[in-house]
């Protein structure tokens, strides 16, 4: 399509909210944005080291240097809209041979303890009344044969925050004689402001622990964000069997991990998570599957969520609404108050025989995985496309219900937070990313679409991409704008096939499209859905795909208000953050009423997808067929 073509349909798109802001009149929104000539394929950093190598466990930027038992690996997690959860480590992780297992720690040995105030150094508030764990692994001789002991992991909830305020705080620990351990250094951070303020939300997905981690980091750092999203794949411990302390990673096979490169990563991101709330996303690399069937188990342990939402609805300067007297029979029933440590149960909820396959989904009682959080001006909604997704799991019903009940008036942006890319123009030869989500999407783009989800961000692919809003593969004014950011900067490098340029040899032979290896189907088998005119691959780059690079870099939201927020991307080129992409999102207008059914054909066609047969999808709405065209 040409590109003056191009840029009149931008700045015509509208972009539909589902019931109004009061605080930015009008509930519909459209998308106006000046990017490159959607044909422009955009070369890579010639600056990147493509693939590297992770930080040595000895590098200064990742060893350990706490003594004792003073903390370490410092986190914060934004909880709900007025508490954080405080996270840190204290003792050194215990490894040993699995034939001689080392001893674990005692969690009840240190019992932590957060001390805080509006000042610094002058601390008017002690909270020690949370929650202590340890966890451990063991791998057999072919997956290295070693047994690993965590250290006493610490997660202690300050409730009562208030929005633009600033902390200062020191985490510590206490014997159960009473005796105290070593405090950790003060650190600082400020809850988000309320409206009228605007909102800094950061984004990082499968950041890992190389240099060019580093250099990420430094520039969401300079972004200076209120928030920070980290979409999943955060150490790459599953990079190397349980007893190579090198930093060559491989894929090992059998399946193992090296727990110490949890705390390297933990220690070399404290500076930025000590400081900025964050919102944590499980990806693939953090399922671990165990010997004894426990998946999740250091990402749970670490990193825990909250398993409900019901904070008060009062942004935009309204008066605060109680939450709506619903409790759906799926809602988990823990509180946001409630610290969920636990692992999920794969013998629970995989095929014994094909873990391929997801079985017992509207039975099982998934462990962490999917929340919701309220920030200033957004809802939050984040999934996990690893645990059961179909409209029988919980997961699902949760959603759903979730989707539905969100208040645009007090929160109009609405986002969806997830780690796999539901849309991508990249693939790999070896398989995966591209329309690796089909199963999962069938569910839940009617989901999205009916409520008119904002953005769906996601990381996976190690790079960068931006779509236009869009339905059923179709440009759609109603549908949310997906946004892939993959591209932290770990040692498996940026993902450099796009489908259109380097087709593998699954777009024309369907029959060789096999599941990755890390996503589970109800069926064990692959969903395909194949284009109007019975292609399954597109052969130029997609008009829904409005940017691309193989770049590291990293993803910045600035809120404005409730009908006006600015997308950017910064690439990390030689060293520098330099804007690559940036678009302006307007909120305003709206969509018709049939448009916002779950599973309606909306602006984007009827969806039809199959398990491995395939059905062609439906064309899609004029407007879409018009960008084909």
Not at 206 to 234: F, I, K, R
Not at 525 to 535: I, M, Q, R
Request: net charge negative; proline share 10%; with cysteine.
């Amino acid at each position: 399509m040409p590109h003056s073509a191009l840029l009149s349909w931008l700045l015509l798109l509208l972009l539909c909210g589902a019931r109004g802001c009061a605080c930015h009149g009008g509930g519909g929104r459209h998308l106006r944005l000046s990017v490159q000539p959607n044909d422009t394929q955009i070369s890579n950093d010639p600056g990147l080291d493509p693939a590297v190598t992770d930080f040595e466990l000895d590098d200064p930027r990742v060893a350990r240097t706490a003594v004792g038992w003073e903390p370490e690996g410092v986190h914060l997690t934004l909880w709900t809209r007025d508490s954080v959860l405080v996270s840190w480590q204290t003792g050194e992780p215990r490894v040993a041979p699995a034939s001689s297992p080392p001893e674990p720690h005692d969690a009840a040995e240190v019992a932590g303890v957060v001390r805080y105030g509006e000042a610094p150094g002058r601390y008017t508030q002690t909270v020690s009344d949370g929650t202590d764990v340890t966890y451990a692994y063991a791998y057999d001789e072919a997956a290295g044969g070693m047994a690993y002991q965590s250290p006493i992991l610490h997660h202690v909830l300050l409730k009562g925050l208030q929005a633009g305020q600033t902390y200062y705080y020191r985490v510590g620990g206490r014997h159960p004689n009473g005796t105290a351990t070593p405090d950790g250094k003060e650190f600082s951070f400020a809850m988000p402001a309320a409206p009228p303020a605007q909102l800094r939300v950061g984004i990082i997905g499968d950041p890992g622990q190389t240099h060019n981690t580093s250099t990420t980091l430094q520039h969401l750092a300079a972004s200076q964000p209120d928030v920070v999203l980290v979409l999943g794949d955060l150490s790459y411990a599953d990079l190397y069997f349980s007893n190579d302390t090198s930093n060559a990673w491989s894929f090992p096979s059998p399946p193992s991990t090296q727990q110490l490169r949890w705390d390297s990563w933990a220690r070399l991101f404290e500076p930025l998570l000590a400081s900025v709330p964050a919102i944590y996303i499980g990806g693939n690399h953090e399922v671990e599957h165990q010997p004894n069937n426990a998946t999740f188990a250091a990402f749970n342990a670490r990193y825990p969520q909250p398993k409900a939402s019901t904070a008060p609805r009062c942004f935009c300067g309204l008066p605060c609404h109680q939450p709506r007297p619903r409790q759906p029979r799926h809602r988990p029933p823990q509180g946001p108050s409630t610290i969920n440590t636990t692992p999920n149960n794969a013998s629970h909820y995989l095929n014994a025989s094909n873990h391929l396959q997801f079985v017992n989904t509207s039975d099982y009682e998934v462990q962490g995985g999917y929340w919701s959080v309220q920030l200033p001006w957004m809802h939050v909604i984040a999934l996990n496309n690893y645990l059961p997704h179909d409209p029988a799991s919980q997961q699902y019903k949760w959603a759903a219900a979730e989707l539905a009940a969100v208040d645009r008036t007090a929160t109009p942006w609405l986002v969806v937070v997830m780690h796999g890319a539901p849309r991508t123009t990249y693939a790999p030869p070896w398989g995966g990313m591209f329309k690796e989500l089909e199963e999962f999407m069938a569910h839940y783009e009617p989901l999205f679409y009916g409520a008119q989800v904002d953005l769906v961000l996601s990381g996976h692919v190690h790079s960068y991409e931006r779509s236009l809003p869009l339905f059923n593969y179709s440009v759609d004014p109603c549908g949310p704008a997906y946004i892939v950011v993959g591209d932290g900067g770990n040692a498996e490098g940026p993902e450099q096939h796009f489908v259109d340029v380097d087709p593998p040899d699954w777009c024309t032979n369907t029959s060789l499209v096999k599941l990755p290896s890390y996503q589970p189907t109800m069926t064990g088998e692959p969903t395909l859905v194949f284009y109007p005119d019975g292609s399954y691959c597109p052969t130029s780059q997609p008009a829904y795909s409005a940017f691309r690079e193989p770049s590291f870099g990293h993803g910045l939201l600035l809120v404005r208000d409730g009908g006006t927020a600015d997308w950017s991307w910064q690439r990390n080129q030689e060293g520098e953050a330099r804007v690559a992409d940036r678009v302006t999102l307007l909120r305003g207008g709206g969509c018709p009423q049939a448009a916002r059914q779950a599973g309606g054909r909306g602006g984007g066609g009827e969806r039809h997808v199959a398990a491995a047969g395939g059905l062609p999808l439906a064309a899609g709405a004029a407007a879409g067929a018009a960008m084909q065209a």
